[in-house]
Nanobody, 124 residues
Framework: QVQLVESGGGLVQAGGSLRLSCAAS????????MGWFRQAPGKEREFAAV????????YYADSVKGRFTISRDNAKNTLYLQMNNLRPEDTAVYFC?????????????????WGQGTQVTVSS
């Protein structure tokens, strides 16, 4: 198993930027497909971005495409989400998640491990 800890959330004005990090424990980080999901109050958890084990493939939700960039540093056991041009509708708790598979999924219910989440609030 792995332990995931998100950081980097906060309050930002519309148009601003934040960089989220997800630190993973364990020795097998590079074997996991990693994703970012977000959940607003009263809403279902939704897909934001996912990255393959080697970092060679990435996929994004249409709502964040062109504004967010997912990346990973396997040597540091860390996943990142660079968020630019933030909008009020990006306000949510952001979670990182790990899937012990080479297959990429965009739905949250297949992921094996989850962090505790970090709050991102975008004011208008």
């Amino acid at each position: 198993q792995v332990q995931l800890v998100e950081s980097g959330g906060g309050l930002v004005q519309a148009g601003g930027s934040l960089r989220l990090s997800c630190a993973a424990s364990g020795r097998t980080f590079s074997t996991y497909t990693m994703g970012w999901f977000r959940q607003a109050p009263g809403k279902e958890r939704e897909f934001a971005a996912v990255i393959a084990r080697t970092g060679d493939r990435t996929y994004y939700a249409d709502s964040v495409k062109g504004r967010f960039t997912i990346s990973r540093d396997n040597a540091k056991n860390t996943l990142y989400l660079q968020m630019n041009n933030l909008r009020p509708e990006d306000t949510a708790v952001y979670f990182c998640a790990a899937l012990n598979s080479a297959i990429i999924y965009k739905v949250p219910n297949v992921y094996d491990y989850w962090g505790q989440g970090t709050q991102v609030t975008v004011s208008s």
